[in-house]
């Protein structure tokens, strides 16, 4: 028997991270003229903004001794000083001004990374900066639309990113995981359908006639007092490359169209994910629940805020367990389920990301 | 992967050395650990020179996408310390020892309007980046001053590249750059890149100093290897080492002393760092300061100079109408 050996490892348990690539740096309210520093891609980063409020972010290193910049001050127009010795750098990366000498070496300089500040993020891009094009920073609309209204937080997931990947691409788990808030039994059950296009995947899911779940539930009474009944309940998955999911939830009264388009007898929420490499071992999770119905309450917002949060730290608990499995356990395989198909799509776009930057051979 | 100063050493072989202009040879690399070469970046590589390894800088001319093709171009200078020689006379097939691209002199992406500016073999910098702004759309203009047509390399194929955004200079065709003209182009939101002689990279720089542009938007790269005149044999003494040393012409002053048993103080080789400053004591001639450490009130000052790449001559004032006989003296204390 002749056993065909492929490129591919779609089952990468630890899956390097695309560079030429648009990620979440921070929330837009983080990066403030006190700088801070964020590990990113297995790099850490110096963030701070300009006297005229643009977002920067440099190698977070001095070129001198290495000192790292975060620890330093800003200065005048977009200008950021060593804490150590107290070089100077403009944003652009370059020394300024350099202690006890009249001239500046012209080697003096950090890496400066390109930022994008969009969505209510701030964004960089870690690769070739000569590709780094804003059109392709991943369709968050939601989060800045008049349209929508939400708020969201940041986990710190230690695991890899493409575990949260995985997770998000099947919600399968909320059964099992989240059985108290959105879990229920015709999750499994009920059927999807996957599709990819290009550097997108979509998998799609209605639950008809179903009892709404306690999260839902809620949500319904927000917009409906006193409803009761039957839901046709929806969620529909759309990942954009290299790692941003955005999720089309929500639940309508049983049989007024909803699955054909007609939502108004529904609440409709997007829950906004973007994850960040930090190492190879953890990520940065970015998230928001946005909702289309009660703009103006802050305190459905807030509550929002919080029932998700309670929700995700479920997520976060299973997937350090998993990673820690994983390392635990190195001579065993992934083996995939009918329910990974979104995952798996996922996988081979980000693997045809790291072929094309001849780094696929370095996956672990 | 980012750029990076960390030197990793591979080997290569020598796929193709052709002439491009009057003494300069194009030598294609393949290196056996490749990793694809930034606009900027350069590779450090041994030389041998009388039967002895040194470490030259070449930057990268050109580089595919995967790095597996290395062009570096060399021009034969033979005033110069040896390295040269030895590149024009690889063959193909033949091995040397390379660093992977290191990068001093990176092109920022995203400045309004760029000047690239080249003189003579130091379009071998500049090249690569003028490509990458081509393919970018940048607003850019490339500046390419030579002595003479046919001593510049690669112009036919930067002509075709670059069309009209390509500016010639061309001494001997009485087509010669004015400076001022040109750093008059530049405003706030010009970056300009430069690497060529020493004299046109003062004289850039000073008129930059003058418009009061942002300094750190003139980037320029050095290998502390050209000056304001042809080197020249000098005597370097140091009492306190007990030590006279005769600097051949192409040895620095850095590495004869080092020849002689002294140790030296030193770190970039290159005139930038100035660790290895010396203080002056005594001087017979002038000194050709090569280093970009000094400001150039420093350097008039006269009192001290970085020995890796700076020299004495002998004209007292410097200029050449003024060379006096014998060898220059030069009395110092090292560091």
Redesign the interface.
Known sequence: MTVVATTSSTTNKVLPHP?NAWYVAGWDHEVTRKPMSRRIAN?PVALYRTEDGRAVAL?DACWHRLAPLSMGKTMEKDTIQCPYHGIIY?S?????SMPA???????A?V??F?VVERYRYVWIW?G???L?DPDLVPDMHQMTSDEWAGDGLTIHAACNFQLVLDNLMDLTHEEFVHSSTIGQEELSESDFVTVREGNKVTVTRWMHNIDAPPFWLKNMRDKFPGFEGKVDRWQIINFEAPSTISIDVGVAKAGTGAPEGDRSQGVNGFVMNTITPETDRSSHYFWAFMRNYCLDSQLITTQLRDGVHGVFGEDEEMLMAQQAAIDANPDYEFYNLNIDSGGMWVRRILEAMLAAE?RLAASA | MAATNIETWQSATVEQVVPVADGIARIVLIPSLPLKAEPGSHVDLMVEINGEQAKRSYSVVESNHDGTRLVISVMKAPLSRGGSIFMHSLVPGQRLEITQPLQNFPLRVGARRYILLAGGIGITAIANMAAVLKRLKADYTLVYVGRSRGAMAYLAELSDLHGERLEVHVDDEGSSLSVPALVGRADADTELYMCGPIRLMDAVRRTWVERELDLPNLRYETFGNSGWYDPEEFIVRVPKLNLEVTVPQGRSMLEALEDAGAEMMFDCRKGECGLCEVRITELSGAIDHRDVFYSERQQRQGTKMNCCVSRAVTSPTGSRTDAGAGPAVITIEPN
């Open positions: 560079l790099r190698a403009n652009a990366g370059r020394c300024v000498q009249e001239t500046i070496n012209p080697s300089t890496p400066s390109p870690m070739d900066p000569t780094a001849g």
